[in-house]
């Protein structure tokens, strides 16, 4: 017998400009980036504090040469980037970091260590930049993860959560910080095991999916598992850039990639959910998310930024 599913888009979803992003939302969006940007500039402005502690004995700027572990921070602001440094033998760090001192820092004259400094910090300023890119939808996992954890708590549910950095499955816990580093969620709800994977490679589809809602207990994961389609409850595309101006972008990419899994499974006679979840959701956008939800080409759909709605499609989530 087909499973029947509890909750369906027009629990939360009325028409369409019920997905519409608004301003106020808009607004709090940008907010939000700001302060994730500083949160992410702290390590670096101590660094760079730090460093300049280390070299204010310097008189000249070939006396940094004699200056005991601080070649990291010299190399940084040679303008080298963590990875960059990775592929680089000792003769070659040290030809850059004479480099930085004959062509900068000594031009600098008596402000050397002022511009040994600015150029630490630019280098820094440019790896936070490439970290930023991404970071609307590191938000979004966090939000998204947040009000999970919260529908699972308030329904007595037990689960694990796995860990980005040690890769390793963990029991439910208090800890407010690990939405920061969590990229999964699995648990046990009336003898059905479910587990949530964050960006996921799947084999089926031969892409990286945003979300993916796997009929397996977390210990029961491995390669050949995640190659039956049957093992896929759901799928779904977050999307959390906030700026209207790629709003269309987003949901041109997540519209592609859901068409691609309902394709892909289709083929081997499986049709798993599929759904939507967006910041920044235009009006246009969101009468084509309607006309898709009417028609059963998605399953769902929400406004990250609506509480009611972020917590009406974790209801839905669990209860497959």
């Known amino acids: 017998?087909?499973?029947?599913?509890?909750?369906?888009?027009?629990r939360h979803l009325k028409?369409?400009?019920?997905?519409?992003?608004?301003?106020?939302?808009?607004?709090?969006?940008?907010?939000?980036?700001?302060?994730?940007?500083?949160?992410?500039?702290?390590?670096?402005?101590a660094e760079a504090r730090a460093l300049k502690e280390a070299v204010k004995v310097a008189i000249i700027p070939n006396?940094?040469?004699?200056?005991?572990?601080?070649?990291?921070?010299?190399?940084?602001?040679?303008?080298?980037?963590?990875?960059?440094?990775?592929?680089?033998?000792?003769?070659?760090?040290?030809?850059?970091?004479?480099?930085?001192?004959?062509?900068?820092?000594e031009p600098a004259g008596a402000k050397f260590i002022e511009e040994l400094i600015f150029r630490f910090l630019l280098t820094k300023g440019d790896a936070l930049?490439?970290?930023?890119?991404?970071?609307g939808g590191a938000l979004a996992q966090r939000k998204l993860t947040s009000s999970l954890i919260a529908t699972l708590k308030i329904g007595g549910?037990?689960?694990?959560?796995?860990?980005?950095t040690s890769k390793k499955w963990n029991k439910i816990s208090d800890n407010v910080e690990i939405e920061y580093s969590l990229r999964g969620l699995s648990w046990t709800n009336k003898n059905v095991n479910r587990t949530l994977l964050y960006n996921l490679t799947v084999p089926i589809?031969?892409?990286?999916?945003?979300?993916s809602l796997l009929n397996l207990s977390h210990s029961k994961i491995t390669a050949n598992e995640l190659a039956l389609p049957k093992n896929y409850v759901a799928l779904g595309e977050l999307k959390g850039g906030i700026d209207p101006a790629g709003a269309d972008e987003h949901w041109k990419t997540a519209r592609t990639a859901i068409a691609r899994i309902r394709e892909s499974f289709s083929h081997l006679g499986?049709?798993?959910?599929?759904?939507?979840?967006?910041?920044?959701?235009?009006?246009?956008?969101a009468s084509e998310i309607w006309n898709q939800l009417e028609k059963g080409i998605i399953n769902n759909a929400a406004n990250l930024n609506d509480d009611s709605q972020l917590a009406s499609i974790s209801r839905w989530l669990l209860s497959l």
């Open 205 to 211: 589809v031969k892409n990286n999916i945003d979300l």
């Open 63 to 105: 006396d940094l040469l004699k200056i005991k572990n601080i070649e990291s921070g010299l190399l940084t602001a040679a303008g080298l980037s963590e990875k960059a440094l990775s592929h680089l033998l000792p003769i070659h760090k040290k030809k850059a970091i004479n480099e930085l001192i004959k062509n900068f820092l």
């Open 270 to 285: 499986f049709s798993p959910q599929t759904f939507f979840i967006g910041a920044a959701i235009e009006k246009k956008m």
């Open 157 to 164: 549910v037990e689960y694990y959560w796995l860990s980005s």
């Open 129 to 135: 930049g490439g970290s930023m890119r991404n970071v």
């Open 15 to 45: 028409n369409s400009n019920d997905l519409v992003t608004t301003y106020e939302a808009i607004r709090a969006g940008f907010v939000s980036l700001a302060l994730e940007k500083n949160r992410r500039a702290t390590p670096y402005v």
């Open 1 to 10: 017998m087909k499973k029947k599913y509890l909750t369906t888009f027009q």
